[in-house]
């Protein structure tokens, strides 16, 4: 029989496992066993289900309960979903917050159905820098451009690891095409051209969400 808990402890190997036998461990640092043992202690709301003394499903969230909380995990046991587990999940979070508190989450491509069908809201307007970059400095001129690229190269990235989570697991490069500054191209090594289209390229039109939503807009020609 399930049950359901809050804040139990879960270790850094127990995380891992559900990770990957949620297939959520395609997307999230598995081989940095310290940066999951951060990611435990760090968080200050977790919700988890079990079967016995196995961990089947997880809700882990970074919150203040008054306004926000950001919903960074949610995986089930891949022999276990379809059961409403995930749901519960976050219906529990939900009911520890505050009655303005909103709940805040990425969504992985294949998941997008899933959140509408729950009743979240989609938001065009989300941003995410990664460690790895800097806060951008006073604009330059030629900034706006580079910003762009360097948007661009996220973005391919993006739609790369969408396309293979779709089943195409060929090497994909991306190619700025240069008397179209507006459309993006992704070439697999067998002449095959994936191209992806945005009437406006710019640095502020970019968003993950935005691409992710016209991924049906990519075609194999």
Not at 107 to 131: I, K, M
């Amino acid at each position: 029989m399930l049950r359901f808990t809050t804040n139990e402890a879960v270790s850094a190997d127990s995380l891992r496992d559900i990770l990957l036998r949620s297939t959520l461990g395609e997307r999230r640092p598995v081989d940095d066993i310290r940066c999951l043992q951060g990611m435990i202690e760090q968080s200050n709301l977790i919700v988890t289900a079990w079967e016995d003394q196995l961990l089947v499903g997880i809700a882990r969230s970074v919150t203040d309960f008054h306004y926000c909380c950001y919903l960074s995990d949610l995986a089930v046991d891949v022999a276990y979903q379809r059961r409403g587990i995930g749901r519960q999940l976050i219906q529990i979070t939900q009911e520890a917050l505050g009655p303005r508190c909103k709940i805040i989450l990425l969504s992985a491509p294949t998941a997008v159905d899933y959140y509408l069908h729950l009743g979240f809201e989609r938001h065009d307007q989300a941003w995410v820098l990664a460690r790895t970059k800097r806060v951008n400095q006073k604009a330059k001129p030629g900034d706006a451009s580079k910003g762009a690229r360097h948007a661009a190269i996220d973005i391919r990235d993006d739609i790369r690891d969408s396309l293979r989570s779709a089943g195409y697991s060929r090497d994909i490069w991306w190619l700025m095409v240069s008397d179209h500054p507006d459309s993006q191209r992704f070439a697999d090594g067998t002449g095959r051209f994936v191209r992806f289209f945005e009437p406006t390229l710019s640095a502020s039109s970019f968003s993950r969400a935005g691409y992710q939503a016209k991924l049906s807009d990519i075609s194999f020609h």
